[in-house]
């Protein structure tokens, strides 16, 4: 069995139609998960990407793997998903974005070239490359925001589109009659970009897989990663006009939110990205272009699940869809994502099991509490591995997709945020060692602990589903807090750098007892099988 | 400066003159205190060699670098003492002991190869060897402890010695008529060590450290690192008989701590080595042979104080006096160590620094509460180093040793100890990951959490200050465990692992503002300078 771990790029969980979304019709996605099992409460490891996806890659939580925000280097060494599937035989490739920043400092130190193929591994977050296109190529006047070479624009170049950047000049821009409509100006959102649909970045990157299938023998497992429906917020014809502001749902804000704000929730609310999402102008602009960019993924899935029933891939291979984060899209007068609100922290998460035993649950949606860093696990299980738990924190999803009981669900879910590069640690006037923010979250409860001496924020999610009531000060949940703070303290405990030793080696040693000839707390040699102590008889030898 | 960071090996923190022991004089000890400062709450990061050892050699906690006990290996990349100091120029060597064990695993994975100057390093814990010798040359039907070649074992051959192993049967073994008497029953722990004195490893190691300085151009750190006086417990003359039962501290210990013991505490008295202890002729037999060992310590101390003075190098020398951890020598019904009485987990500190600086504190004692780690940060510190805080969790003590304010003391000490491999993990049928004990701790109280779901242990440290009471399950003490288990919860959520990026790059990225062409939350152009939008300006371009 080969696996397509697809990843888009800041998909809104509920931005489906198999997610309920009133307006937006994907059935492309819907029959993926009317193939398998739709999740419906799976919570990103950080909502960013650079973070997000260092924990996707490894299986390891935000705080365990270090890289916490976007561009802090996974540091050298650190296992990933592509160690443990070659480990089992399974290749492990990648086709579009990490979003990932090596640790060129401590590669160095190892003497570690990067074009080796250990130091190649080691640069792309233990993948082999077929493609790398981190797909944000702005450039400004303190040069470019991604030195790394571009494929999607070497494409374009190949395909006669003018200039050194036609991402920037045609795929991320439209036209404003003579001049160019860049991506970047929310309000050139509704203009089609100025690229034939077909060369657009989706597409291409679809074309990309699809050629990677057709050159790759398996098994493998293959990181399908799609920059998209990640902003500029540009889509090229027919998507761009596809949805209007009366196909918008409603905001889901209140203006009690803005009352007694908690300090770390007002600082990202009054920043630039903020303000801007709160306008109504902005949010029509925005999301039917939003909405436009994931109808073009969806039919780019329906196009990459007609390859796999023309080629009968379609019987053997797994199929997970995912995304490494929300949008706000103005909802809690926020844009963007960093906080923890259902829009931003919560993921779409569907997978497909070819297999006969998860036959059980073809078309079902679970209901568990699922981590980013579980799908992680579930492709190492489903590869044939095991999983090795002394890494890899997260758990195998393979019990549900099986219809089976899960040995060891979740109570609670994570999710971290590092916004030590963030303009609010300033404002708050916050240590960047203690700008970091920790989301505990029950089915009933959600607690964000800030540390630096600032106050929790907690949601009651049963009787205020939208998250509008910051309940974190409120001295009548107390108890609750308490609880909350007992989930945390719990995980801040976990064993999640014992990383050189696993369980099994451990009681092998515990148990084997095996005498190398250091025995502790003996008196003499009667306390001992003589076979133990043998080694320490005989006649004395004389002294030089 | 050079700097002499000397380590003992399972040395109590009270088994020097200096520090209150009724009958033991270490005078050469105690002139170091007189020259220098002692301090009297040192903790252990373990109380067990290997992890307390990698926590001194990477100044990070033992849950931060995950090498948790002993022979579990220290993962490759992890930065140390080593590595700090030679970014600064400065050397680092090793003589004698590290119990380190590479992660073999870890640089096949990397391609390092062990003979290479970094794969060398990366074996040796970030040290350049002048000799590694972890002073345990067991070998019992299944092998041999230590596999690797013995620099002491070499030494004694090249005298005379007879045999594959003099180490055992001359250092380590004493004469009972005819036949040998092995230093590992403790019944000969009053025998003579079949050895004339100055081959014995003490002296041995002594001299090495002095051919060692003889040979070596500064700046260096060397650390000087002594297998003794741990066990097997046995002295050559005439150290084996200059201490009698009469010369014997009384016992720390008290029938009631046995009665409804915590269960870990139980496990561990139930043991071996802790039956062993209990008993009155055992350490009869033990304590003054450990005493002798401490002497010839002593001694030994005096020959390199000596060196120092004849070649002027006192004047330019820092020297550091520690111990990995304690021994229990039969306090609190126990041997060895493990756990964190007194007698287990606080350390000898001795710190000497020749520059002026430090003249107000000379032959001061410094009693604010000290963690390993910190003697890690020192060295950097005192090296004229910058102390990497991203990565090194240590706080340099220069302050203390200059009689100047610390800017950021310790309000608790933290140490660790895990137990999977020991038999108590099966005992209590704790899970390998759960087998894992926290000691936090305060001038006034000492609490120990245990994952798994079992109790905690408390002790009132003023009024008990024998810890004889253990109030972990006593009802009236729930507000003082809240408040050790509140500074748990900060520590256990403290950034350990973004260590590839430093709060001054992170700071410097916040702030630099560097405009790379990403613009978010941007309506339209006027929003922002012309400099910022200027490369999404111009003319459209023409499709192909």
Chains 1, 2 share one sequence.
Request: charged share 25%; aromatic share 10%.
């Amino acid at each position: 069995m080969n696996i397509l771990y697809i990843m888009f790029d800041q998909l809104r969980f509920d931005y489906l139609s198999c997610a309920g979304h009133p307006t937006l019709n994907t059935p492309h996605m819907d029959r993926i998960a009317a193939q398998g099992v739709r999740f419906t409460n799976a919570y990103t490891q950080s909502p960013v990407c650079g973070a997000a996806r260092m924990s996707a890659y490894t299986g390891r939580y935000v705080s365990s793997h270090g890289a916490q925000w976007n561009g802090y280097p996974l540091r050298v060494g650190e296992l990933t998903l592509g160690d443990h599937l070659r480990a089992n035989g399974v290749a492990c490739w990648l086709v579009g974005k990490t979003h990932m920043k090596a640790d060129a400092e401590g590669m160095a130190r190892l003497g570690l070239s990067p074009d080796s193929v250990i130091g190649a591994r080691q640069s792309e977050c233990g993948f082999d490359a077929w493609c790398r296109d981190d797909g944000l190529w702005a450039v400004g006047p303190a040069g470019p925001y991604d030195t790394k070479r571009s494929p999607y624009n070497e494409y374009l170049k190949s395909k006669g589109y003018s200039g050194d950047n036609p991402w920037a000049d045609f795929a991320n821009a439209g036209c404003d009659g003579d001049d160019i409509a860049s991506g970047w100006f929310m309000k050139n959102a509704d203009k089609p970009a100025n690229i034939d649909e077909p060369d657009s970045e989706t597409p291409w990157l679809t074309s990309e897989a699809i050629k990677f299938m057709d050159a790759t023998k398996g098994p493998w497992c293959a990181h399908i990663s799609y920059i998209k429906p990640h902003w500029p917020y540009i889509v090229p014809a027919p998507y761009h006009d596809m949805y209007s502001k009366d196909d918008i749902p409603p905001v889901t804000r209140d203006a009690a939110e803005l009352t007694d704000p908690h300090p770390v929730y007002e600082a990202f609310t009054a920043g630039r990205v903020g303000q801007a999402f709160a306008r109504d102008d902005v949010r029509e602009k925005v999301i039917p272009a939003y909405m436009g960019l994931i109808k073009q993924c969806d039919d780019q899935m329906g196009r990459l699940l007609r390859y796999l029933q023309e080629t009968g891939r379609d019987k053997d291979t797994m199929i997970i869809i995912t995304s490494d984060h929300g949008d706000y899209l103005g909802d809690h007068w926020m844009g963007e994502k960093d906080l923890f609100h259902a829009p931003s922290v919560k993921v779409p998460l569907i997978i497909f099991d070819p297999r006969t035993q998860a036959d059980a649950t073809r078309g079902t949606t679970c209901d568990e509490l699922i981590e980013t860093i579980d799908v992680t696990a579930t492709i190492i299980d489903a590869a044939g591995g095991e999983v090795p738990d002394h890494i890899v924190e997260g758990r195998s999803l393979l019990p549900y997709l099986n219809g089976k009981p899960h040995p060891n669900p979740r109570n609670y879910v994570i999710s971290e945020y590092d916004y030590s590069c963030h303009g609010a640690c300033a404002k708050l006037n916050v240590a960047n060692k203690d700008a970091r923010l920790f989301m505990v979250a029950t089915h009933d409860w959600k607690l964000v602990h800030c540390e630096g001496g600032l106050p929790p924020m907690l949601f009651d999610l049963k009787n205020d589903p939208n998250e509008f009531k910051d309940l974190g000060r409120c001295p009548d949940h107390a108890a609750v807090r308490a609880e909350m703070y007992g989930m945390l303290q719990d995980w801040s405990l976990r064993m999640s750098q014992r990383v050189t030793i696993s369980d099994a080696t451990i009681k092998q040693r515990r148990e084997s007892g095996a005498d190398t000839g250091v025995v502790l707390g003996v008196f003499d040699e009667k306390e001992l099988p003589k076979s133990m102590t043998q080694t320490y008889r005989g006649k004395v030898p004389t002294r030089p």
